[in-house]
């Protein structure tokens, strides 16, 4: 939902640091690998109960995020890493969550509700990318992207923001994580809609 709000903001604040990465030998490709090896840590944080030391991580795992984006746009994106962003990035979101609940296992019932929520956000936005690449339906409302990105309820931005939040609260992470879930069951339905609205009388493109 805030993505679109923030993107252009954060493209030009992404543009001068990609530059001088690029300056130094960085590719696309490169910054995704390194920020999920970032994620991967945050996770052994999160497993070790060390919620500031993965909030910090977690942070520099979104700057990695949009820096890559930022890096192919001058470097050059290729469909492998276009691939590689969101492949890892699914993982480190679902692991994070688990890690939260190896740390606490209390709150693993939770943890299970978020990352089924999770599944749900994540399938109906990749099914809806895969049709719109088949019919031809474009955007780039949130920036260049390696294919289709369909909105919703909860998106980057509030994912960082409900990460942020457990990290700081992780004693509510109970609550965090029920809201949350329900938002991306929101989500998940009205990108359902979405699809049967755009691509239910449509014929294939070509």
């Known amino acids: 939902m805030l993505d679109p709000l923030l993107r252009p903001a954060i493209d030009r604040s992404l543009s001068a640091v990609a530059v001088k990465a690029?300056?130094?030998?960085?590719?696309?490709t490169g910054v995704t690998i390194a920020g999920f090896g970032i994620g991967v840590l945050a996770m052994g944080a999160l497993a070790l109960d060390a919620p500031i030391v993965a909030l910090v991580l977690i942070l520099i795992n979104r700057l990695f995020d949009g820096l890559d984006g930022a890096v192919a746009r001058i470097d050059g994106a290729t469909d492998l890493g276009g691939y590689y962003d969101i492949v890892f990035d699914f993982i480190v979101y679902s692991g994070l969550v688990f890690a939260f609940a190896l740390g606490r296992p209390e709150t693993a019932l939770a943890a299970a509700f978020l990352i089924f929520s999770f599944v749900g956000t994540g399938t109906s936005f990749l099914a809806y990318a895969i049709l719109a690449q088949k019919h031809g339906v474009a955007t780039e409302k949130r920036g260049s992207k390696a294919f289709y990105y369909l909105g919703g309820l909860t998106e980057?931005?509030?994912?960082?923001?409900?990460f942020i939040a457990i990290c700081?609260?992780?004693d509510a992470f109970v609550w965090i994580a029920i809201v949350f879930g329900a938002a991306c069951w929101l989500?998940?339905?009205?990108?359902?809609?979405?699809a049967r609205s755009t691509f239910g009388q449509r014929a294939p493109a070509g």
């Open 22 to 28: 690029v300056k130094l030998g960085a590719t696309a």
């Open 168 to 170: 700081l609260f992780p």
């Open 187 to 194: 989500t998940t339905t009205s990108r359902i809609m979405i």
């Open 156 to 162: 980057g931005t509030e994912t960082v923001m409900m």
